[in-house]
Nanobody
Framework: VQLQASGGGLVQAGGSLRLSCEVSGIAFSSYTLGWFRQAPGRERELVASSGTRDSRTYYADSVKGRFTISRDGAKKTLYLQMDNLNPDDTAVYHC????????????????RGQGTLVTVSS
């Protein structure tokens, strides 16, 4: 099983980035997928998740209205479009898969990939 995140980088405040996560080794459409982030000195945070049915999504309050999660079944890729970034968004972002969609911050991780660093300068 591999979840390979990419797309991180350095961006100025107010800018945008799109993260991608290529998923292999699991049935893509059968798993809830999500993006976590962890900044130095902070706990890991579930940023957004995408359920397997009815386009269900969850967003942390800190990113609601600025980030958009989406998934492409044909490409087996999960995306996170991040707009209006601010320095508080600086973190390592990684994608993960779960067998359960809670609609909230509960996300029991079954598989987790390597992260990609996002740095937002002021």
């Amino acid at each position: 099983v591999q979840l390979q995140a990419s797309g991180g980088g350095l961006v100025q405040a107010g800018g945008s980035l799109r993260l991608s996560c290529e998923v292999s080794g699991i049935a893509f459409s059968s798993y809830t997928l999500g993006w976590f982030r962890q900044a130095p000195g902070r706990e890991r945070e579930l940023v957004a998740s995408s359920g397997t049915r009815d386009s269900r999504t969850y967003y942390a309050d800190s990113v609601k209205g600025r980030f958009t999660i989406s998934r492409d079944g044909a490409k087996k890729t999960l995306y996170l479009q991040m707009d209006n970034l601010n320095p508080d968004d600086t973190a390592v972002y990684h994608c993960a898969a779960s067998g359960y969609f809670s609609g909230g911050a509960y996300f029991p991780v079954r598989y987790r990939g390597q992260g990609t660093l996002v740095t937002v300068s002021s």
